[in-house]
């Protein structure tokens, strides 16, 4: 593969300043050689940063910028502070003015999707963008989507993000009919919100263009990879996601705590030392780091705040394989087979430029 | 305490058949001797098995009936089927008519919130039953509902779920006031729906009433035991419950994949293998067996259809906690207490007796 990737990178958000961002990108360039990056923030800062790595200096510029979103502001605060102004703004925009194919950032989720939003605005045909999560499973690494987005989801949302999901794991898993499913509760009859099951009803009929509608799952379906794509409204969705989260932190606690509980525990965990690091690493979030915004015209990546650089080079490596594996053309695709039951089909239309903002 | 428990058995629930509940009752009796027993269910089945526990057959009856709810029936079915003559609505029935002071019941979950429904109905002032959960977590056990009796629930319901899951908190874990949380997403502004919003106002002038109200809590902190109480309608609570046990079992795969990836690491885990000993046993789900019907005017539990007698046992530990600790007269203090704001404070008086069923 030798065409380049240009990666628009907001270098100031994050917890930990914009070292995170550049040493992130230097270690993910050193994998990845036909990477190119714009890196929005303050040169003052960022001159010195890159300027620790000369090879990276060579395939990147700087776009200076001084404002920088906090991660306590409110999205409407931060579009009203930001918009057009902002490094997070910028690194949206890189790809809206196709500089970059991909952006990312590390700074408050709520304001980078209202940015997002704004700037690249939603794809004709989809109403609301969603954040997908990479998640692992006991089978292969799945999609969840919507996980915080957007709260509540009509059948047509649902449908939609069900369209985004097979187009992401196409994309990213090289699936010709990726399995979707509709997260649901599992008490027959009682199952689920009127709009799941309208979106069963649709999806159902359409199965068979771009994935194939595997029906409702559960909550303990996501760990099992049941699903290549589970699809849910961003409420119970971000749920679910920091739910599992906090779960794997308790049983890695819980497994910390037995294996220094007496001296045998510690000799006999100290042996199995290497298995017990490899599983470390499995459950390491560093490893699977990002959020992906779909439903926009272009691809924004979201990376943990509180990583660092190799979580920042694990969220670059999503994006890279974004932009790689051409997902804005997989969903466009998607958007043209899907025989949508209460929208007309989308046309595959270029969205109208929008006036750049003052 | 010298008090008898008096516990109702759907002894043909679940999916082994009726020698996991007369055994499980075995086990337990064998640790609080205070309790009695009424098997409900096929008598022909039934006899041969209490007669193989001479002891137990002293402070039990078996209540002979035929019909049994199969866990494939739908709830209104089983209502149309079973009401009044199958062994799940006999066990609920003995709670009514005050023949028991707690109902047990290994089958169909939407049956048997159905049956408990119709046979005990809600408590004056709430408008709905929720099912709780007893949840380990890293801090102590605590209380998250509902986990699935209703899909959605207004900010009514989400205030009532609160003053009965604080009076299990108070009943349960000796708490005078427990904290209560609701379950919301992290983004700020985006965060949770309109009912979820109202709630939180509701709650916070009512704290210092019965508990007190923390404010909202993510996903991430059910596992931390942030919060005595974890409210949310039943939809978000379902997905909950079943994401953290799919991760649960995924971790733990993980690790038993782990300490057998090669003969040194098996060493290690032999070595170390009192304390994995002591891990599984805090993992096993068994030991965490059943949901409380909360909010009707009787106490049901509800064990897992799946288990075997050591997991029946954990559950009749429940519901014996529950009727020893008088879970209903904290229920009744709380209602009494809560200066509910869109309902009339609910009056403590006893339900009117309904007509038995023909």
């Known amino acids: 593969m030798s065409e380049s990737i240009r990666i628009s990178v907001d270098a100031m958000g994050g917890d930990k300043g914009p070292r995170v961002a550049v040493e992130g990108a230097y270690l993910f360039w050193r994998e990845r050689k036909n990477t190119t990056y714009i890196f929005h923030g303050r ?120 369209i985004l999901g097979a187009a992401l794991a196409r994309a990213l898993f090289d699936q010709d009919l990726p399995t979707v499913g509709l997260l649901n509760v599992g008490t027959e009859e009682m199952k689920g919100h009127d709009e799941v099951k309208e979106a069963a009803r649709i999806l159902s009929a359409a199965s068979g263009e771009g994935f194939v509608y595997h029906g409702f799952v559960e909550g303990d379906d996501i760990g099992k990879g049941t699903v290549d794509v589970v699809v849910t409204e961003g409420f119970a969705g971000n749920i679910a996601l920091k739910t599992a989260e906090g779960t794997a932190r308790q049983v890695g606690t819980y497994i910390r705590n037995a294996l220094k509980a007496d001296i045998i525990s510690m000799i006999g965990a100290a042996i199995a030392g290497q298995a017990l690091e490899a599983l470390k690493r499995k459950l390491d979030p560093r490893n699977i780091n990002g959020g992906v915004f779909l439903g926009l015209n272009g691809v924004v990546i979201k990376s943990h705040g509180g990583t660092d650089e190799i979580g920042f080079k694990g969220a670059l490596g999503l994006a890279y394989e974004m932009a790689r594996n051409r997902v804005m053309d997989k969903i466009a695709e998607g958007l043209r087979r899907f025989p949508t039951l209460n929208a007309a089909p989308a046309p595959a239309a270029a969205p109208e430029p929008e006036a750049k903002p003052a």
């Open 43 to 162: 040169e003052s800062e960022l001159a010195p940063l890159v300027a620790e790595f000369p090879e990276l200096g060579k395939v990147s510029r700087i776009v200076h910028c001084d404002n920088v979103i906090s991660m306590e502001e409110k999205p409407s605060q931060a579009l009203r502070k930001g918009r057009g102004n902002s490094s997070m703004w910028a690194a949206v925009q890189s790809v809206r003015d196709g500089e970059a194919d991909v952006a990312i950032s590390g700074g408050n989720t709520g304001a980078l999707m209202a940015m997002s939003t704004m700037c690249l605005r939603p794809i004709e045909g989809i109403s609301r963008p969603a954040i997908a999560a990479i998640w692992p499973t006991l089978r292969t690494d799945i999609i969840v989507l919507d996980v915080g987005a957007t709260v509540g989801g009509d059948a047509k949302q649902l449908t939609d993000f069900s």
